[in-house]
Every structure is written in structure tokens, then in C-alpha cells.
């Protein structure tokens, strides 16, 4: 009992499935014998959205005034926002944008508190709750700024790992951020994260080409020459398995994938499109901060908000990989707090690269 994690989870736009796979998640009382859960959120969402749930069991809710108060055995809830919220499911409002960023700033508060050990975050509506005291582009630059440090985004799953180099940035701006020094930077992250989160002791990733062909020689553009290469060998030298880069369609054409650890995609649709495509039930991890965060790889999902049917695995596996990533981050810190002395010939390389593999072509 005294080992369970606390897991704060924030309620979402409260106009979207954020409630209804929370509810359906926790009617399952096998979920507090895993973990405590802290739910950030509004009592009145969770007793609107429990009626349309008629084919599971209410949850019942022990309200605390924070999760330091939080009972083992029981679905904790932290009252947040407005108790006068009006709910209107599918539809886009201010409102649900304010209760989002309500249950989110007294989540990341108790987070950096210590008082839960990860935070699951349910989906926001980025356009709705844009406000001065929310001027962010989503929870990883929020994140970011409330704890500190340079965050890594990882779609998760037990197919793939992608990382992102560049986030929420307009397609047309992507070239104009890369640099060979952000994404050796982004190697590293996702080389760190993998052995320390994911206990991977030599994690291969291949990093994904800019371009089409990855850049056929210069043909179809100079990044993938001028830029990401020499990434990619920097990487290398200092110690990293980092291979490409690799056109990315052919790359998941031809379950490429499959062969690597992880992979790092250079923009958002590069890495998620066939992500979601491949995993519909994968997690958004965000890498190398202090604190834990993990969130299901889907919306609001407004269309469905309401009904009763939303699909609540994606969400699930968001607190297991939460669960799993306090446990495996305490478990390197343990076993490396007091490394053993190299042998001197370990301390430099002995051996060097001349050359990575051939870049492949497609089509």
C-alpha cells in the first residue's frame, strides 16, 4: 500500500471526452489498487458526464482539499474552477477552456510540490483556453515553463517511439528552426530518455530526413547535407547509436521502424501521422523534465463528445507509462548514483566512425 504512486490527472477541455474515459477508467476499481489517483477537476463535469455512462458504475469520488489528503484505495478528487461551470458538450467554449487551465495550474502547483508523483493531462482545446494567464501553444510549452528545462515530445507504444525536434511550430517555419546543434541536442534527449525512462541500455535511433528522398544529394534541398548529417555524426562520436538520416516515407513503408528503439522526426505530422496510424492507442510522453507527464494521443474529440463512446485504452495506457516512468526514473538514479571506475581504454573512444549508412531513396 505504502508504495503506490500518486497520480494527478487534469480534467481536460470539459466540453470534450476528457470526463467520460476519466469515469470509465476509474469505474474499474482494479486502477487504485495500481496507483492513488488525484483527479484535478470539477465535481459537477464528473456528476454530468457519470449520468450518459449508463453501462458503468458511478465512481465515487473522495473530494480532499489537496493530494497531500489524498486516501489510498479511493478516487481522489480536487475540486477546481468554477462549481457554477456550464457544460456543453461538443461544442468549443471559453468556459471549458478556463476549467482546463484551472484543474492544469493546480496540478502542475502540487506536482512541483511533490505531492503527486506524475501528472496525466486529458485534452485541451488550445484555441479555447488561450488566455493571458494560458499563452501557450499546448501543455508541453506550459510544461515547460512551469518546471523548467527543455522539453523532449515522445509519441510512446509498444510498436514505436518518436521524438520530435521541433513541436507546435508552423510547417512553413520548420527549415528556418533547424540547426545541427538542436538536433544533436534532441539525440541526446531521446538517447538520455530511453535508458533512463524506458530502460533501454543501448537504444538504436534512426533519425528521419527533412525532405523528399532525403534530399536526393542536394537536388530537392540542402538541409539533410548541411544540417542533420553532421548531426547525426556528432551524435555518433560522442557515443550515441544515432543512424540516417532516412526518407521517411519509405522508412515506415518498409517497417524500418521495427528495427530501432526509437526515431526522431524533425516535425510534428512527419512523426505523428504514422504514429497514430500505426498505434491508435499510443501515449504523448514529454521527455527530459523533472516531472512526469503523460497524455492519451488523441483530442478533444468533440464530434463523439457526449455519447458515451468514447475509446478510453489511449487514456489507460497514459497512467501505466506514468506509473512505469516514476518507477524505472528511481530505479536509474539508484543504480547509477555510484558507478563502478572505468578501465582507462573505456574512458575515449578507440574507435571511430568514417561513415553512417547510405541515406536510403524511395520511389
Not at 539508484?334 to 531513396?361: A, C, M, Q, Y
Request: charged share 25%; with cysteine.
Amino acid at each position: 500500500m505504502s508504495n503506490r504512486l500518486k497520480i494527478g490527472v487534469s480534467q481536460g477541455d470539459t466540453n470534450g471526452v476528457g470526463w467520460e474515459v476519466i469515469l470509465k477508467i476509474f469505474s474499474d476499481s482494479r486502477m487504485t489498487e495500481l496507483c492513488t489517483p488525484v483527479v484535478y477537476g470539477s465535481s459537477a463535469a464528473a456528476e454530468y458526464y457519470a449520468k450518459s455512462l449508463v453501462d458503468y458504475d458511478r465512481v465515487k469520488f473522495n473530494v480532499v482539499a489537496d493530494a497531500s489528503v489524498a486516501q489510498q484505495g479511493r478516487v481522489n478528487l480536487v475540486e477546481c474552477g468554477d462549481k457554477r461551470l456550464n457544460i456543453t458538450p461538443g461544442k468549443p467554449s471559453k468556459a471549458g477552456g478556463e476549467a482546463a487551465a484551472a484543474a492544469l495550474s493546480k496540478a502542475i502547483e502540487e506536482l512541483k510540490a511533490g505531492d503527486i508523483d506524475a501528472l496525466v493531462t486529458a485534452p485541451i482545446d488550445k484555441e479555447m483556453i488561450q488566455s493571458e494567464l494560458f499563452p501557450y501553444t499546448g501543455h508541453t510549452e506550459f510544461l515547460a515553463d512551469k518546471l523548467g528545462g527543455e522539453p523532449l515530445m515522445i509519441m510512446a507504444s509498444e510498436l514505436m517511439r518518436v521524438g520530435l525536434v521541433t513541436i507546435h511550430v508552423p510547417v512553413a517555419e520548420v527549415a528556418q528552426r533547424l540547426s545541427t546543434s538542436l538536433i544533436v541536442e534532441r539525440i541526446k534527449q531521446m538517447n538520455d530518455s530511453m535508458k533512463q525512462d524506458f530502460g533501454v541500455v543501448a537504444p538504436r535511433i534512426a533519425v528521419l530526413a527533412l525532405n523528399p528522398h532525403a534530399g536526393d544529394g542536394g537536388l530537392l534541398g540542402q538541409e539533410e547535407q548541411d544540417i542533420i548529417k553532421p548531426a547525426i555524426v556528432e551524435a555518433y562520436n560522442d557515443g550515441v547509436l544515432a543512424f540516417g538520416p532516412f526518407a521517411a516515407d519509405g522508412f515506415f513503408a518498409a517497417g524500418r521502424f521495427k528495427e530501432y528503439d526509437a526515431i526522431l522526426a524533425m516535425y510534428h505530422d512527419q512523426g505523428l501521422s504514422p504514429f497514430k496510424t500505426l498505434t491508435p492507442d499510443g501515449v504523448n510522453f514529454t521527455a527530459s523534465l523533472s516531472k512526469v507527464r503523460t497524455s492519451p494521443d488523441h483530442g478533444v474529440a468533440y464530434d463523439i463528445a457526449g455519447k458515451g463512446v468514447a475509446d478510453e485504452c489511449s487514456m489507460r495506457n497514459a497512467i501505466y507509462d506514468a506509473i512505469d516512468i516514476v518507477r524505472r526514473r528511481r530505479e536509474w538514479r539508484e543504480w547509477t548514483k555510484n558507478p563502478l571506475p572505468h578501465f582507462e581504454r573505456e574512458k575515449g573512444r578507440d574507435v571511430s566512425i568514417k561513415d553512417l549508412p547510405e541515406t536510403e531513396h524511395n520511389d
